[in-house]
């Protein structure tokens, strides 16, 4: 039998630069095709060249959607202890978490995804559920994203914030802004109704902090406790006439019609790993993708996104 056609798991991990976990991972979640030889498993090539091959595919089709496609759920259960074996969670919910997703599996990891906000997700990190948290939470005091967050939410917990993208946050007002809303400030007007946010999501942690600034409490505003779980959703109420404005960000509005934007924060976004785990293979993967011309290639021509610093280290805790 050929050489090639009698590939170890071991070769397999060493082809696609990851660990020997991480092709039993792939075994086990049907992701690779292999034979066996009594009882050792072994591949072949093609079976390695069809599996790169569909993880392209996934990876193209997950942004021409705009959303996850993936094989596993979207949703885990992070009220408990995260399991070894229950593989590499990323935490967050935008589409470039998705891809990223996508791409490590297509490099042997076991990549999958919890879809909550930037706080709980940096809680689910102090708790070990998830591996990866992402965050986009500003601080008005020092005017700074995530870092200030990651100190007081992980005390005493080495972590690395690395950045993925910078974004346009800002308000979704209905097509022609027909109520001239502009600023912060027009959140407390009596004509005005929003929708808003769930608790500890980075769009909600944005307008909580303005409001504070401007010596506003949220029980002023109209709608302020008619909360969604997504951009996407918020937006889309805005655009049916059942609020004048929300929070989100600027991809979003390009998505939605009857909708328009009014640009007001440029964002950093970030994730966050326990400094522990920095150099474990998975991570390494990660930021390997990350860096890489091709992954950063998949969103040149998407409007929203600067990824200017994709994979760079903006802060040690």
Request: include cysteine.
């Amino acid at each position: 039998m050929n050489e090639r056609s009698s590939l170890t798991a071991a070769d397999v991990a060493a082809m696609l630069h990851v660990s020997k976990s991480g092709i039993y991972g792939l075994i086990k979640n049907g992701e690779i095709d292999f034979y066996k030889v009594g009882r050792k498993i072994r591949f072949t090539e093609t079976n390695v060249r069809d599996y790169i091959e569909k993880s392209k595919n996934s990876a193209r089709a997950a942004i021409r959607a705009g959303s996850a496609a993936l094989d596993e759920d979207r949703y885990f259960d992070l009220s408990m202890e995260r399991r070894k074996e229950a593989g590499f969670i990323i935490c967050g919910q935008d589409l470039i978490l998705d891809v990223l997703s996508n791409f490590m599996r297509m490099h042997g990891v076991m990549a999958l995804r919890a879809y909550i906000g930037s706080y709980d997700s940096l809680v689910s990190l102090y708790h070990d559920r998830i591996s990866v948290a992402s965050a986009h939470l500003w601080d008005s005091l020092s005017d700074d994203y995530n870092v200030p967050y990651v100190r007081s939410i992980l005390p005493g917990i080495r972590c690395v914030v690395v950045n993925v993208t910078y974004r346009t946050q800002g308000l979704y007002v209905a097509k022609g802004n027909p109520k001239n809303i502009r600023t912060w400030r027009d959140f407390a007007r009596d004509d005005i109704t929003m929708i808003n946010r769930e608790k500890g999501a980075g769009a909600r942690v944005l307008l909580d902090e303005n409001l504070k600034l401007l010596g506003l409490y949220g029980s002023q505003v109209r709608g302020y406790g008619n909360e969604n779980q997504s951009h996407l959703t918020v937006a889309s109420a805005v655009g049916r006439g059942d609020a004048d404005v929300a929070v989100g960000n600027e991809k979003i509005a390009r998505q939605v019609e009857n909708v328009d934007f009014i640009p007001l924060k440029r964002e950093r976004y970030d994730l966050v790993v326990k400094r522990e785990h920095f150099e474990t293979p998975e991570v390494v993967t990660m930021l390997k993708i990350l860096r890489s011309e091709r992954f950063q290639n998949e969103f040149k021509q998407i409007g929203g996104y600067d990824i200017s610093d994709i994979g760079k280290i903006v802060a040690e805790t």
